[in-house]
Structures are given as C-alpha cells and as structure tokens.
T-cell receptor, first 116, second 114 residues
Framework: AQSVAQPEDQVNVAEGNPLTVKCTYS??????LFWYVQYPNRGLQFLLK??????LVKGSYGFEAEFNKSQTSFHLKKPSALVSDSALYFC??????????????FGTGTLLAVQP | EAEVAQSPRYKITEKSQAVAFWCDPI?????LYWYRQILGQGPELLVQ????????DSQLPKDRFSAERLKGVDSTLKIQPAELGDSAMYLC????????????FGPGTRLTVT
C-alpha cells in the first residue's frame, strides 16, 4: 500500500534560519509526490510537486523539495524562514498506477513554528 | 486567481439530523474531490468525480453519506443521519483532469455534531 510518513509532529526554527520538514514515502513504482500547506481554519494550498525529472523541485513562496530515491525521501526546504511560514505542512503521494483514480494519500502533517 | 468555493464554512448540527455541503470547483476543472480531515490528521479521500461520474467512492460510508455532481460542475455532499464521529473538516478540491495531478482545495466546511 502507498503511504507517506512525516516523522516530526512539530519543527521549530528561528526566523532567517534554514528550515527542513521531513517526508518519507513507501510506493511501488515511481512516486508522484506533493507538498501542501494549511493555515488555521483554511483549506490546503499547493506548494510543489515531483512527477519526474530534476530531483530538486522549486515551488511557491521560496520553498523547494529534494527527491531522493535511494532514501525514499522528499524533504521540504527553505533557505531562510519567515514568521509567516508558520503553518501545518502536509506531504502527499499519488498512486502512479492508480489509473483514473487520482487519490492523494497524505501524511499526518508537521506543524512549523518560526520564532521571530 | 480562481478558487474553489465551499459553503457553509461552519455547520453545527445535532446527531441524527441531515446535513449538506456544497462545492463549486474552479471553472473548467473536470475532476472534483471530497476529502474528510479529522483534527490532527491528514485529509482522506471520500469520493472523486470525473465530470458527473464517480471514479472512486471506496472510502465513502454509503449507508449515511451520498455525493452528487449532476451537471458535472458543482457538487453536494450529504450526511444523513449525522453521527458524533462525523465531526471533521470537509474539504473539496478540483483539478483539470487526466494528466493534471495537482489538486486545488477550497476553504473547507467545519462540521460539529453535538
């Protein structure tokens, strides 16, 4: 079964420092991977995706993610954190053999807290 | 920027009552999804539509939940009767269709069942 794991419930970082939010996946075949961000009482906002190609994917708001096949990881990164980046971040995977089904399987989320 | 619209934003209902949620996807998006997000967890897919047809409803509790997208545009998700365990955020998302994998989410409906 396809799954993603976000090993950290919360990540704390000082403003201006680099941040990393971790994600590992378990997928048969080549994975389609996504990162979403959720602000309080809001829906999810798409940040970036990896389907194929360059292992370093750039997305919205200065975020990027690195696909590492050997480590089955897709960590989210940003060189310099902002207080406004504080939110709940979700990693998700789509079953590449799902056919017409485009279901996303989400991790449990990581709360990012950026201190001023 | 086009957005997915959902209403109501908040709903409080008593158990055993019926409740309905509405979603209007981004114009031109053929695929529509309903997810349920329980507090502290990631969203889980309830149902996926391609135009007006159901593609996946394997996780939809069909004894009490129903979903429709009659004209292939907006959609309604209904719960009857509501149970305490249905308290959650109900998220609607849409995507262009086949070959377009990113999904765009609406603000959600927060349901509280008392």
């Amino acid at each position: 079964a396809q799954s993603v794991a976000q090993p950290e419930d919360q990540v704390n970082v000082a403003e201006g420092n680099p941040l990393t939010v971790k994600c590992t996946y378990s997928v048969s075949g080549n994975p389609y991977l996504f990162w979403y961000v959720q602000y309080p009482n809001r829906g999810l906002q798409f940040l970036l995706k990896y389907i194929t190609g360059d292992n370093l994917v750039k997305g919205s708001y200065g975020f990027e993610a690195e696909f590492n096949k050997s480590q089955t990881s897709f960590h989210l990164k940003k060189p310099s954190a902002l207080v406004s980046d504080s939110a709940l971040y979700f990693c998700a995977v789509r079953d590449p053999y799902g056919g017409a089904t485009n279901k996303l399987i989400f991790g449990t989320g990581t709360l990012l807290a950026v201190q001023p | 920027e086009a957005e997915v619209a959902q209403s109501p934003r908040y709903k409080i209902t008593e158990k055993s009552q019926a409740v309905a949620f509405w979603c209007d996807p981004i114009s031109g998006h053929a695929t529509l999804y309903w997810y349920r997000q329980i507090l502290g967890q990631g969203p889980e897919l309830l149902v996926q539509f391609q135009d007006e047809s159901v593609v996946d409803d394997s996780q939809l509790p069909k004894d009490r939940f129903s979903a429709e997208r009659l004209k292939g545009v907006d959609s309604t998700l209904k719960i009857q009767p509501a149970e305490l365990g249905d308290s959650a955020m109900y998220l609607c998302a849409s995507s262009l269709g086949q070959g377009s994998y990113e999904q765009y989410f609406g603000p959600g409906t927060r349901l509280t069942v008392t």
